[in-house]
């Protein structure tokens, strides 16, 4: 017999989906007493070092930083939630993308001040879009990039299995990936490799049309170099939802940055009904003695 910690705010969400399937062998726990835990790092990270009977972690979330500390345990299987954000993730990203290319949001205060504007909108059609990671995230954006007919480059470690990318690019071609874009999206992991990847260097490297949009994680941003940037009109926007920092505080640059908008860690959120499934997959894996999808590798820290 298998027991299950849920250690998340929605805990009783999670539990009502996991009892409907009747998973063999599995009792839903309520203490320490267990061999599996599913939910937030967050919550699991200060629990961890008493959960000592725990072989595997589920994560409720794709990236699991509080749970790579070094000073924490690491005897256990770890494995985050891939492969349900590609959707909720286009949306938040093409959302912007459209918003930037029809006006949106200058036709709406020229409404608002009465006034008629005439001004062309653009299209996504025959635009460069760059996408710095081409994980399942990254794979889904450039599929959506490929139904506005735009062109798809990748910035990756080593990977090119996404055949809706047009160009790879790896290692020291990080400039030449950004120089001709239009759009770069961030989606890549937090880990030593990839802090500050969008650096002063990689922001003058881009023409100044280029929008920037990061969805993925605050740390791969030079945040300063970034609002520099956009004061001087070296960058056409960006389109915020990761920080360094988080909430933003309120004296941070940014709020006062222009060709900005700041939104609050919402582009693709862990809802338990899309979660639940990639857990129970994964413990039908478990129980038969599988390896088990989404494995973490706490030295490459993802």
């Given amino acids: 017999m298998h027991r299950l910690l849920i250690l998340s705010r929605h805990a009783e969400a999670y539990r009502r989906l996991i009892e409907v399937e009747h998973l063999a ?4 726990a309520s203490s320490d007493d267990c061999d ?15 959960l000592t009977s725990v072989g595997w ?6 990236g699991v930083e509080p749970l790579l500390d070094p000073a924490l345990r690491r005897d256990y299987v770890l494995t985050n939630a891939r492969g349900v954000f590609g959707g ?7 959302g912007y993308l459209l918003a930037h290319e029809r006006k949106i949001f ?3 205060a020229a409404q608002r001040e009465g006034r008629w504007d005439p001004t062309p909108a653009g299209t996504l059609k025959g635009k460069r879009i760059g996408l710095l990671g081409v994980g399942s995230i990254g794979a889904a954006l450039a599929r959506t990039a490929k139904h ?3 062109h798809v480059k990748g910035y990756t470690r080593s990977s090119e299995g996404c055949a809706e990318v047009d160009e790879y690019f790896h290692g020291s071609e990080r400039l030449a990936f950004a120089r001709d874009l239009d759009y770069l999206v961030c989606t890549v992991p937090n880990t030593a490799a990839t802090r500050r990847l969008v650096d002063a260097e ?3 490297a881009l023409p100044p049309r280029a929008v920037f949009v990061n969805p993925g994680r605050g740390s791969i941003v030079d945040e300063q170099a970034l609002a520099a940037a956009l004061r001087e009109g070296r960058l056409g926007g960006a389109v915020l939802d990761v920080f360094e920092q988080e909430p933003l505080p309120a004296d941070h ?5 222009p060709n900005i908008v700041i939104t609050s860690h919402t582009a693709a959120l862990s809802f338990p009904v899309d979660i639940a499934p990639v857990f129970i997959d994964n413990y039908r894996r478990f129980s038969a003695g599988q390896p088990l999808r989404h494995q973490v590798d706490f030295d490459r820290e993802y």
């Fill in 106 to 108: 200058h036709k709406h």
């Fill in 57 to 62: 972690v589920q994560s409720t979330w794709a």
């Fill in 88 to 94: 909720l993730m286009s949306e938040y990203v093409f």
């Fill in 148 to 150: 506005f007919g735009m």
């Fill in 253 to 257: 640059v940014f709020w006062r940055t």
């Fill in 36 to 50: 599996v835990v599913l939910g937030e790092p967050s919550i699991i990270a200060p629990a961890i070092g008493r």
């Fill in 25 to 28: 062998d599995l009792e839903i």
């Fill in 202 to 204: 990689l922001l003058a």
